[in-house]
């Protein structure tokens, strides 16, 4: 029966140590470079055996290699904790790393709210306009205000019924446009617009409409897992898919993943978490990280900086068309 050992390329009789394994990577890394090859030679960290580029990396670590899943399954037990500690660091890199800024408006091109209310999604043409754009009046070449009862981008008529909207949608849908599949998810999930509640097939679009970009998918599969509906209470799965989101740009979710660190106790990472919100633009995150310098849980340099970077946000979306929108209009209020 083949050992794990026996199995390797070089037929090494024992496993080496790890400071075996340092020293016979030292070695090869130092003859490669004498000789002017390739330095990125490595050796199995279970049996020494030298490979060039075919050793496989630790999948959650990266800091080890072996050349075959028995070397990896028998050094296992002495590289669990350090292979553990690395791969939370790796994923506390990605979690923490800052998301790219929210697209502009196709029409103002000024940075489009994190709010949802401060946007319109449409159906004929699939962008993103903001509120300011979707509602601004039109006039024509005397200066006379005419009918605006078109989509701003293409204009294409706005649709007069329900049955239009749904009929437009589906074809986005068709399209595989993630924002038109999550809102059929929403569709499914709250009954409406004709269709028949399934917390079954709700779940499937909005993962289909996450795996297509559109963070906030992510956000409605981690709320059902969190009050289990349609599904079993998960809190672990919830803050795995509001950590999908959050990577993804998505505010929400980032505050909810700083609520959550908060109920364990963990004030450092939350506050790190509502940082990156209030960057977006998220008022919610602000008003926790005042709570926290209440608390004595965050510094005044901190609340301070939350400020800025809150106002600095504000100052990247705000125009006088969406203010003055917003001023008429509850439904269209975007900070």
Known sequence: MSTPDSSCKDGMASKLSSDDVCEVMGKLSTADNKDGNDASVSVCANCGSKEVNSLKSCTACKMVKYCNRDCQIAHRPQHKKECRKRAAELHDEKLFKLPPPDEDCPICFVRLPSLKTGWRYMTCCG?????????????????????????????????????????????????????????????????????????????????????????????????????????????????????????????????????????????????????????????????????????????????????????????GIKSKQRDKVAASRDDCIYL
Not at 217 to 235: E, H, S, T
Not at 245 to 264: C, F, K, Q
């Open 127 to 315: 962008k993103r306009i903001c509120s300011g754009c979707a509602y601004a009046p039109l006039y024509d070449n005397q200066g006379n205000e005419v009918d605006n009862e078109k989509c701003a981008f293409c204009r294409v008529p706005t649709p007069s019924s329900h049955e239009e909207i749904i009929k437009r949608r589906m074809k986005r849908v068709a399209s595989s446009d993630p924002i038109a599949i999550h809102n059929l998810g929403c569709h499914y999930r709250d009954g409406e617009y004709g269709f028949a509640q399934n917390y079954t097939k709700a779940p499937e679009l909005f993962l289909r409409a996450g795996e297509l970009g559109h963070s906030e998918a992510y956000v409605c599969i981690g709320y059902a897992y969190d009050i289990g509906r349609g599904v079993d209470v998960d809190k672990k799965k919830a803050v795995y898919y509001n950590e999908l989101a959050a990577i993804r740009g998505s505010v929400l979710a980032r505050h909810n993943l700083g609520l959550e660190e908060e109920r364990v106790g963990n004030m450092d990472r939350a506050l790190k978490h509502y940082m990156i919100a209030v960057g977006g633009g998220y008022a919610d995150s602000l008003d926790r990280i005042k709570e926290l310098y209440s608390d004595e849980y965050a510094t005044k340099e901190e609340y301070k900086n939350a400020l800025q970077l809150y106002q600095a946000c504000v100052d």
